[in-house]
T-cell receptor
Framework: NAGVMQNPRHLVRRRGQEARLRCSPM?????VYWYRQLPEEGLKFMVY????????ESGMPKERFSAEFPKEGPSILRIQQVVRGDSAAYFCASSERDSSNGYTFGSGTRLTVV | AQTVTQSQPEMSVQEAETVTLSCTYD???????LFWYKQPPSRQMILVIRQEAYKQQNATENRFSVNFQKAAKSFSLKISDSQLGDAAMYFC???????????FGTGTLLAVQP
């Protein structure tokens, strides 16, 4: 039973380019969460999605960032016109309808903006 | 808004000894869940232990146990018989009763000395 799959593991983008991070939730999980981890910091919540719905995007920057979780396919976190400050590890997690048992995390995507 | 505080950025323990990592949280809710996650150098987030706020009994998972003090809003993690493989960043997390979103602390980096 594959866990949460994130790809790519590492992503290098030049300033101004777009970054697309992908996340396939664990089988049977219908809820996806994206977190950002800056160096020497904890995980900051970004967005929480169900299939075709954004449930909570209170942690998403107002500009350049968007997320989707289509009916078919993985969840995508998209960062347009990346800047150096976007360099971080981005983690995806998934849960059942009720997350009281906690999340299952992916291995993260480390984004480096040069 | 709920917050999670880990006041120990770094801790160190001798192999086979016991160490306790601190976590406090702030909430006005009575129904919630608390978690400890481990992040080794591989970056993979691993669920260590969970606690349901309505249960008075402290959760235990093998060498890992918690001291849950609901009135004090404290949720410390005790690692007994520490092993080299326990070296990692440890994150405390809070989930309210009415949401699926986890809020994380800033983490404690645990070193295990041979």
């Amino acid at each position: 039973n594959a866990g949460v799959m994130q790809n790519p593991r590492h992503l290098v983008r030049r300033r101004g380019q777009e970054a697309r991070l992908r996340c396939s939730p664990m089988k049977g999980h219908s809820h996806v969460y994206w977190y950002r981890q800056l160096p020497e910091e904890g995980l900051k919540f970004m967005v929480y999605l169900q299939k075709e719905n954004i449930i909570d995007e209170s942690g998403m920057p107002k500009e350049r960032f968007s997320a989707e979780f289509p009916k078919e396919g993985p969840s995508i976190l998209r960062i347009q016109q990346v800047v150096r400050g976007d360099s971080a590890a981005y983690f995806c997690a998934s849960s059942e309808r009720d997350s009281s048992n906690g999340y299952t995390f992916g291995s993260g995507t480390r984004l480096t903006v040069v | 808004a709920q917050t999670v505080t880990q006041s120990q950025p770094e801790m160190s323990v001798q192999e086979a000894e016991t160490v306790t990592l601190s976590c406090t949280y702030d909430t006005s809710e009575s129904d919630y869940y608390l978690f400890w996650y481990k992040q080794p150098p591989s970056r993979q987030m691993i669920l260590v232990i969970r606690q349901e706020a309505y249960k008075q009994q402290n959760a235990t998972e093998n060498r890992f146990s918690v001291n849950f003090q609901k009135a004090a809003k404290s949720f410390s993690l005790k690692i007994s018989d520490s092993q080299l493989g326990d070296a990692a960043m440890y994150f405390c997390a809070y989930r309210g009763g009415a949401t699926n979103k986890l809020i994380f602390g800033t983490g404690t980096l645990l070193a295990v000395q041979p």
